[in-house]
């Protein structure tokens, strides 16, 4: 009994300096065949030891990297490699789909002039954009690009000035957005120094004329509108150009029924870096307005 002892515990320091991988009849030669039995179970515990041991870090491993990845995949589908925003970004259309009015095809000079005036006074909603095309009040600029499918209804008008580098008409504007490939800045309005409204899609469609990452207020391009007004420099809005943004707005608001403090100036909703529409007057475009839909303007009397 006590030999035994002495030879396991003789045979626990070999087994400890030897290599795991050391042959059992090495072994056997120097300590007698008596012992074969033991130093075969205590290599096979040590051989199951070490494979547990390597089986424990591989799971480890496995378990963390899938927790980076899990971590790396959800950053990426919500800012994209570049940081901005990918797994919510709509896909983009070279042309938005046209919506015609078949009952509207063949206007004839007195339907297409008695549009244009419900139009300037205010009472056009009934019509749609492909409608007021028709009839001439807008002219169309089709975007090439820039355009999606909303997933939101409008609630926000946002009033923008172009501020180009140079002066540059609407389809000047227009057609620098189109160069842009398929996805491109561009507002669904373009009103121009003469006091044309120029329509590139139908606000059904979004398009990007806003930063969704700056916003305020909830505003985003799915549930807003856009109309750039065109103007440079020390240049100041036309009467004619303003005249056209307030029957525009009132239009719009109308039809996707907007309310009045939901209509905004881009840098007012987005003052991180945008201050436009510059130098606009919101006290005479608000009164102007307000003339449009026959109520009268509060006025404080003379005392």
Not at 172 to 195: E, M, P, Y
Not at 249 to 272: A, C, E, M, W
Request: glycine share 6%; aromatic share 6%.
């Amino acid at each position: 009994m006590l030999f035994n002892r002495s030879v396991i515990a003789a045979l626990s320091l070999i087994t400890i300096a030897a290599s795991a991988m050391t042959p059992a009849h090495a072994i056997v030669g120097r300590l007698g065949s008596h012992s074969i039995g033991a130093i075969r179970r205590m290599q096979q515990s040590s051989l199951r030891l070490s494979r547990t041991h390597r089986h424990s870090q591989r799971t480890a491993r496995k378990n963390h990297g899938t927790g980076l990845r899990l971590v790396s995949l959800k950053h990426k589908r919500k800012h994209g490699k570049s940081g901005k925003i990918s797994i919510h970004s709509p896909s983009y259309l070279w042309n938005a789909p046209s919506q015609p009015d078949d009952d509207d095809s063949f206007l004839d000079e007195e339907s297409r002039a008695a549009i244009s005036q419900q139009f300037r006074n205010g009472n056009s909603e009934a019509y749609s954009p492909s409608s007021l095309i028709q009839s001439g009040v807008f002219a169309y600029c089709p975007l090439h690009g820039g355009v999606f499918q909303r997933r939101n209804s409008v609630k926000n008008i946002i009033l923008h000035s172009t501020e180009t580098a140079r002066e540059a008409d609407a389809q000047r504007v227009i057609t620098s957005w189109n160069n842009k490939g398929l996805r491109h800045a561009g507002a669904q309005f373009v009103v121009d120094r003469d006091g044309t409204i120029y329509c590139t899609a139908d606000p059904q469609y979004g398009t990007t004329h806003v930063d969704n990452r700056r916003t305020r207020q909830g505003v985003n391009n799915d549930n807003s509108i856009g109309i750039e007004i065109v103007r440079t420099g020390s240049q100041e809005y036309s009467q004619a150009q303003l005249a056209s943004v307030v029957c525009l707005v009132r239009y719009l608001q109308d039809r996707f029924k907007v309310t009045d403090n939901h209509i905004f100036g881009h840098g007012q909703i987005q003052p991180s870096d945008r201050s436009d529409p510059v130098n606009f007057d919101w006290q005479s475009f608000k009164a102007d307005k307000q003339i449009l839909t026959r109520t009268p303007v509060a006025t404080k009397l003379d005392e």
